[in-house]
């Protein structure tokens, strides 16, 4: 029974993966704004229901790993060993993320997202949407509702971590400064969080 299961995830999975490869191409050779979602349609030599079955928009073909970018984020809380604190964990993490978005191969990528407000838009909306995650996912390592404060804080300084280390001349000097704050500002946050919102108030 599980068998075809696991065929037909890989099958998705390929399809996905090619049309988001054709889509980068295009991109990269015609650029973001000229590429329309039937040219990526036909490139990848698929439907555009079938495109859209993967993909709900345009931008979200240059976010192609998006879902799997979340997914780490709130496996590094939710998966990490007993004992294992929490910053470190997302730390390393985001390291890794900051690792792969900051090859050479990227530049050019980052450079079309840079150029087109759309994709930026698209891509401040993502940030938010992973920073809602990584909170519930704490909040729920802590035992304490979602909206907790110190939870929400510390998740949008986890994912402009990212952001800001990306962006660095020195990507590793700009983690080690910037989770030494974070660090700092949990020490002090979780306490408060631990004291206020598991009494309601």
Same mark, same amino acid.
């Given at each position: 029974?599980?068998?075809?299961?696991?065929?037909?995830?890989?099958?998705?999975?390929?399809?996905?993966?090619? &049309?988001?490869?054709? $889509?980068?191409?295009?991109?990269?050779?015609?650029?973001?704004?000229?590429?329309?979602?039937?040219?990526?349609?036909?490139?990848?030599?698929?439907?555009?229901?079938?495109?859209?079955?993967?993909?709900?928009?345009?931008?979200?073909?240059?976010?192609?790993?998006?879902?799997?970018?979340?997914?780490?984020?709130?496996? $590094?809380?939710?998966?990490?060993?007993?004992?294992?604190?929490? &910053?470190?964990?997302?730390?390393?993490?985001?390291?890794?993320?900051?690792?792969?978005?900051?090859?050479?191969?990227?530049?050019?990528?980052?450079?079309? &997202?840079?150029?087109?407000?759309?994709?930026?838009?698209?891509?401040?909306?993502?940030?938010?949407?992973?920073?809602?995650?990584?909170?519930?996912?704490?909040?729920?390592?802590?035992?304490?509702?979602?909206?907790?404060?110190?939870?929400?804080?510390?998740?949008?300084?986890?994912?402009?971590?990212?952001?800001?280390?990306?962006?660095?001349?020195?990507?590793?000097?700009?983690?080690?400064?910037?989770?030494?704050? &974070?660090? $700092?500002?949990?020490?002090?946050?979780?306490?408060?969080?631990?004291?206020?919102?598991?009494?309601?108030?």
């Amino acid at each position: 029974m599980t068998a075809p299961i696991g065929r037909r995830e890989r099958k998705k999975a390929a399809t996905r993966q090619k &049309i988001a490869d054709a $889509a980068l191409r295009l991109f990269m050779e015609r650029g973001y704004e000229a590429v329309g979602i039937r040219d990526v349609a036909a490139e990848a030599d698929v439907a555009v229901t079938t495109l859209f079955a993967h993909f709900p928009s345009k931008e979200a073909l240059v976010f192609d790993q998006d879902q799997d970018f979340e997914r780490r984020l709130t496996q $590094a809380v939710t998966d990490r060993a007993p004992g294992d604190p929490l &910053i470190p964990a997302l730390r390393r993490e985001v390291q890794a993320l900051v690792h792969h978005c900051t090859g050479d191969d990227a530049a050019p990528v980052w450079r079309m &997202i840079d150029a087109s407000p759309a994709l930026l838009d698209y891509e401040k909306s993502m940030r938010l949407r992973h920073a809602e995650s990584l909170a519930a996912a704490i909040a729920a390592d802590l035992g304490l509702p979602p909206a907790t404060t110190a939870c929400r804080t510390v998740a949008r300084f986890v994912i402009d971590a990212y952001s800001l280390a990306r962006e660095a001349a020195d990507p590793e000097a700009a983690l080690d400064e910037i989770f030494r704050m &974070i660090e $700092a500002a949990w020490a002090v946050a979780r306490p408060s969080a631990d004291r206020t919102d598991t009494t309601g108030a």
